[in-house]
Every structure is written in structure tokens, then in C-alpha cells.
């Protein structure tokens, strides 16, 4: 399934004092394979691009549990042994939660999910078809 999510970029002109927008579509399928310039280590967001346009990844970490690259929530729950790496697209569309990974512990999933994300974005492997599969079908906007 092809879909095209777009966002709307403002430029203003100010010798003009005109405003004018910009809209960019990436065309994003399972098939879709992105790029990324940083490492993702040891923060909670995260962005590739793909065809172009700068796509925003959000990883959180939970108790949530369910099976890699194919579980979705919408909420997220949080306790005391948060190992669980969720992953959603932000920008410019949104996406339902994807469970991408269980890690050891709270710490190592801190460190490592918004690279989790990232991954399943630039790498073609079977798990991350998988997970670009179910983070394409749950695009909300």
C-alpha cells in the first residue's frame, strides 16, 4: 500500500512582505527505504528522510508488551521496568504505537529505541519490512 503524507512549509518573503506555502509529499510504503545522518543513541526522538522529506520518529519506552514489529497501541504505560521499545512516526503525519523491541532493562532500552526506530527505516531486512508494514498501516493523518 502506497501512501502520500504531506506537510506544509511556511516561507515568508519579507522584501515582498508576502507569505507563501510549500507543500512536500514523500510517497512512504514498506518498500521504502530512508536515510539518516545521525545515530539516535541515547535520546527519544529521532529523524530520517525519505524521498527527500524529513520524517520525525518519536521512541518511547514502556511496560507495553506484544510482538516485535507488529503490535500496535495507542497509548503507552509506563511502571517500573520500562523495557519495551515503542516507535511512531510524528511528523508531518502521525502513526499508532509500534512495538519495535524488548530490551534487557529500562536503562539499555533508554539508550537504544529511537536507534531501534531509526533502523526500521534505513535498513531492508525482513523484521524491518515488517515493522514499515505496520507503521504504514497505522498512519493517522
Known sequence: MLRCVCSTVITVT????MTYADTRCVKLNAATVCTSSADCYNTSDCAVTCTGV????AGRCSTNSGTENFTTAENLNL?????????????????KWVLR????????CLKNCARG????FIFDNT????FRNTVHANLMG
Open 14 to 17: 519579507l522584501a515582498m512582505g
Open 54 to 57: 524529513t520524517v520525525n520518529l
Open 79 to 95: 511502571g517500573t521496568d520500562n523495557k519495551f521499545c515503542w516507535c511512531a512516526v510524528v511528523h508531518p503525519a502521525t502513526s
Open 101 to 108: 523491541y524488548q530490551y534487557s532493562d529500562e536503562n539499555n
Open 117 to 120: 526506530c531509526r533502523n526500521g
Open 127 to 130: 523484521d524491518d519490512i515488517n
